[in-house]
């Protein structure tokens, strides 16, 4: 019985800065069906936060209800978690950020938690800009319920039962960019190289990062005629490779000229953008979403870095919270007493 | 990189690296995990079929197994296998009446010369075929080296005489005994259909031209007669300070062996640095544990007297200088010969073979070593076409397993060549490759391994074994340290079997392994392709298991070297592209299926 993973490692695994190797960003063994794409980018984002040398404990997983929610539960298993209600991870998570604006935010949910059920808190998550990754595991269908059409299947996917899915799938990446997030990609689950690089942008950039990963159910959606198996997906694939190289990384590999772009991040790391297209403006809003589209309407999955806004003000900025988390505040800067009370009260007058 | 072809038996025989280091091939996953079952009695006869003297091996086998275990590139410490062997001989069932029995005669008659554990595997696996076989040796009774050069407090004398029993009551095997074969003209002339020389490796190495040699003969023994003369009780005792020459297990023995008969102020003295000593590890901390010092680096100088008699021993110092080819040179520091005093000095510098009693006319020819010149290590068939070498005699000193394989292999020719066949047609191997899935979680075996560290073998009081040399100094496993030290084994035989065509490059196994062994890449020559892996595989002995091109493009790349074998990539595999499968293979014998075991 394999419940958990052994214990002995590679005695060669590699280290990062901090002395960490990548099992060191493990979780508990996958309880999911096997082969699901979940768990390949429950490893993607382990591997991330092993590469960008992330101390687990300045973590918070945040997740809803759903196969996609389980998720947090299979990888960094030394990081905070908080699996909420379904929907409502959105308010959690900004109440969280707002509380303690020092630990870095993952969110991770699924196309049920959020395009349906949890529709109404997204977009105002968007909207606020708070300060974190979000990640949706998208596989247009409820594996948990045994696989009905979700508010992302596409339009004529054919579900395992034989139907057809009547209705226009909702693009969560085009819902995004419209609704002025500060980061949007799109990737798929069998794509680490581009998915990683992906992930930990996200983490880096400061303000509301929103990832739209196709995740194939191997259990209920996989089957021929569904748009969002492996196969249909490796087949209509338009990947857009990108690499991230953190600040305090020198820049090693060198790119041809006019082959790559670079964006440079507010802390100074740098995403360069693989085989750019030559029209192609990351930081414009107007060309994302052109291109969404046309990659919608000719039926392919266009994934990469979609769209960035390295200044982005996050919840904290705009609102001028205090610049320290609320539990490392003080009794006097909490409560600072009876004379500045008087003073703001004589500002008032 | 070619794609691997897994169809092809050596294959995966190489990833079970204890079977593939043991010179019998012993299935050792398969009787060990019978040991965690309770089950000795069939661990017993899987190892009696592969290796003829499981209790024997149990106590003194050279272990080529366990610097091979996979464990020892893991944690720390490999599986104690030789120590598991010993469970199953210890703990097993009377057996007797499990074991095959002579076939009805099948006309042809062959002499065996010498009665060691060549001759007695070559015997054990021709019997059942109907051969007569008359078995000769200059002793009272047979095991050859395995009587006369391994002591008590190593290998009980019941345990030897069980197992030969085995052998000789088998049928079909007339001992002549107590008989120095002189002529291997005669023996041609006997009317024997084939002969096989199994008489070892006889003459231990001497210092004929040290100065004080000959004046010092009283007091210089040779290090394997010296051991034989002891087990054969001829000697009783030696002088208080004694010097032990030489570096591998007989001068372990001999130290260890001269403790026991009245040696306080035993030393070994080796030419060699103490890490390039020929003994096994163990053998050397034993002798230490014993508080015998073990001195290196000294090269025998000169054999003291004081009227007449031995007092000591002077030594060059000498330090070790490696050349760029890896050509050891031991050159003198310049320092002053150093003196030790002694009663006795016991020489253990190693065996020459001697074959005096095989005349030219035969045409048995050796090369420049002494050693006969065989048509290849698998038909130990000699220049004279019915006459066959094993063991010691082939090709010098080695052990005891190695000696069991020769026979194998030996008794595979004689049969051949006595049916007309040919023998440099091998017969392959027996090979079975059974699917283990129980279920989602669930494999036939016990897939996940355990942590716990090597368990190590309870010893006898040391005043105790000291004071008798027929005291068995170590007591074996019980049976719960036999089960855990079981457990520890990684199930190597329970083969990852990868099929190209049910892979939908989910990348779910490479996600899971918890070691690392599994990369989805692009081809590349195989240089490159083991720096680019997940964890780049150095270890180059090891084999990366390499698939056909899959749909993206990519290659599925598992380097065997850390590889758990627990299963966790088939059980994430949602195709059944892994599986797990047992995987069991026997080396052929004459006799195939000598045992039956489920």
Not at chain 2, 123 to 136: F, N, T
Request: glycine letters at 8%; proline letters at 6%.
């Amino acid at each position: 019985m394999s419940y958990y993973k052994p214990k002995f490692q590679h005695p060669k695994l590699p280290k990062n800065e901090l002395g960490y190797t990548v099992a060191d960003y493990d979780g508990a063994v996958s309880t999911l069906c096997a082969g699901c794409g979940h768990d390949s980018i429950s490893a993607a984002i382990r591997n991330a936060c092993f590469l960008s040398a992330i101390p687990p404990h300045r973590i918070a997983k945040l997740s809803g209800i759903g196969c996609s929610s389980k998720m947090p539960t299979y990888f960094l298993g030394r990081s905070h978690g908080f699996n909420s209600v379904h929907g409502r991870m959105p308010s959690v998570a900004t109440g969280a950020s707002v509380a303690n604006r020092d630990l870095i935010y993952l969110g991770v949910s699924g196309d049920g938690d959020t395009a349906s059920i949890g529709m109404g808190q997204f977009v105002h998550l968007i909207r606020r800009n708070v300060n974190m990754t979000y990640i949706v595991a998208n596989n247009g269908c409820y594996g948990l319920t045994k696989g009905q059409d979700s508010a992302t299947a596409d339009l004529g996917s054919v579900g395992k039962y034989g139907t057809k899915n009547p209705f226009d799938g909702i693009d969560l990446a085009s819902l995004a960019v419209l609704q002025g997030a500060s980061f949007v990609g799109r990737s798929f689950s069998g794509d680490k190289e581009q998915l990683e690089p992906l992930i930990r942008a996200a983490m880096a950039h400061r303000g509301f990062a929103f990832i739209d990963v196709v995740s194939p159910c191997v259990t209920f959606a996989n089957n021929v005629g569904s748009t969002k198996s492996y196969a249909a997906t490796r087949e209509n694939l338009d990947a857009m490779p990108i690499d991230f190289v953190p600040m305090r990384e020198e820049i090693r590999t060198q790119y041809k000229e006019g082959s790559s772009q670079t964006v440079t991040l507010h802390d100074g790391s740098i995403i360069h953008l693989l085989k750019a297209r030559k029209d192609y403006k990351a930081d414009s809003r107007e060309d994302a979403l052109m291109a969404l589209q046309k990659a919608n309407s000719t039926g392919k999955v266009l994934t990469g870095l979609l769209y960035l806004d390295p200044n982005s003000q996050d919840l904290n900025q705009v609102l001028e919270l205090a610049s320290k988390p609320l539990n490392s505040l003080g009794m006097d800067e909490l409560c600072p007493g009876s004379r500045v009370l008087k003073s703001i009260n004589e500002g008032l007058r | 990189m070619q794609a691997t072809d897994a169809t092809n038996p050596e294959y995966f025989h190489k990833v079970v690296d204890c079977q593939y280091a043991c010179p019998a091939h012993t299935p050792v996953p398969a009787y060990i995990r019978l040991i965690a079952q309770q089950r000795y009695t069939d661990a017993y006869l899987i190892n009696w079929e592969s290796n003829v003297f499981p209790g024997v091996l149990g106590r003194t086998c050279d272990r080529p197994c366990e610097p091979a275990c996979r464990r020892g590139r893991v944690e720390e410490e490999p599986v104690a296998i030789c120590r598991l062997k010993r469970v199953a001989a210890d703990f097993k069932d009377e057996v007797a009446g499990m074991l095959p029995k002579a076939g009805p005669p099948n006309g042809k008659k062959i002499a065996l010369i010498g009665a060691g554990p060549a001759s007695l595997t070559v015997a054990r696996d021709l019997a059942p075929l109907g051969y007569e076989l008359h078995l000769y040796d200059e002793q009272a009774k047979g095991g050859g080296f395995m009587r006369s050069q391994i002591p008590s407090f190593r290998l009980p004398e019941s345990v030897l005489d069980e197992e030969i029993g085995y052998i000789l009551d088998m049928g079909g095997i007339t001992t002549v005994f107590d008989t120095y074969v002189d002529s291997m003209a005669e023996m041609l002339n006997k009317g024997y259909d084939a002969i096989f020389v199994g008489s070892g490796a006889p003459r231990g190495r001497d210092l004929p031209k040290l100065p004080g040699r000959k004046e010092a003969d009283a007091n210089i023994h040779i290090g394997i007669n010296w051991l034989a003369n002891v087990a054969f009780e001829h000697t009783k005792e030696i002088g208080k300070r004694v010097i032990v020459l030489g570096g591998g297990n007989t001068a372990m023995d001999c130290c260890r062996t001269s403790r026991r008969l009245g040696g306080e102020d035993v030393k070994v003295i080796v030419r060699s640095p103490f890490a390039e000593m020929k003994a096994s590890p163990w053998e050397k901390e034993d002798a230490i544990h014993e508080g015998i010092p073990i001195i290196d680096n000294h090269v025998p100088r000169e054999f003291v007297l004081e009227n007449g008699k031995l007092v000591g021993m002077t030594f060059d110092k000498v330090q070790p200088v490696y050349h760029k080819d890896g050509h050891r040179e031991l050159v003198p520091t310049g320092e002053e010969p150093e003196f030790y005093p002694c009663d006795d000095v016991l020489v253990a510098i190693g065996q020459e073979n001697a074959f005096p009693w095989i005349e030219k006319e035969t045409g048995i020819r050796f090369t420049s070593w002494g050693t006969p010149i065989i048509n290849d290590d698998e038909t130990f068939q000699s220049t004279r076409k019915e006459v066959f070498f094993g063991g010691d005699s082939a090709f010098g000193p080695s052990n005891i397993i190695t000696a069991v394989a020769h026979g194998h292999k030996a008794a595979v020719s004689i049969d051949f060549y006595c049916q007309g066949k040919t023998l440099s047609k091998r017969p392959p191997p027996h090979v079975t490759l059974i699917g283990q899935k129980m279920g989602i979680h669930e494999w036939s075996y016990d897939s996940i391994p355990i942590t716990d560290e090597r368990k190590i073998v309870p010893l006898e009081d040391l005043k105790k074994s000291l004071n008798d040399r027929m005291v068995e100094v170590e007591l074996g496993f019980d049976a719960e340290a036999a089960f855990i030290e079981a457990e520890r084994c990684l199930n190597c035989d329970a083969q990852t079997v990868f099929t190209d065509s049910n892979c939908i490059e989910c990348d779910a196994c490479q996600d899971i392994c918890p070691t690392n062994c599994i990369t989805f890449t692009q081809n590349a020559p195989e240089k490159e392709l083991r720096a680019k892996l997940l964890v780049p595989a150095d270890n180059t002995e090891q084999d990366l298991y390499v698939s056909g091109t899959l749909p993206t493009g990519r290659v599925m790349v598992k380097d065997e070297d850390v590889c758990l074998h627990c299963g966790l990539c088939a059980e994430r595999c949602p195709t059944a592209a892994w599986d797990m499968q047992m995987f069991f293979y026997n080396t052929a014998k004459a006799t195939p299926n000598l045992v039956d075991v489920k």
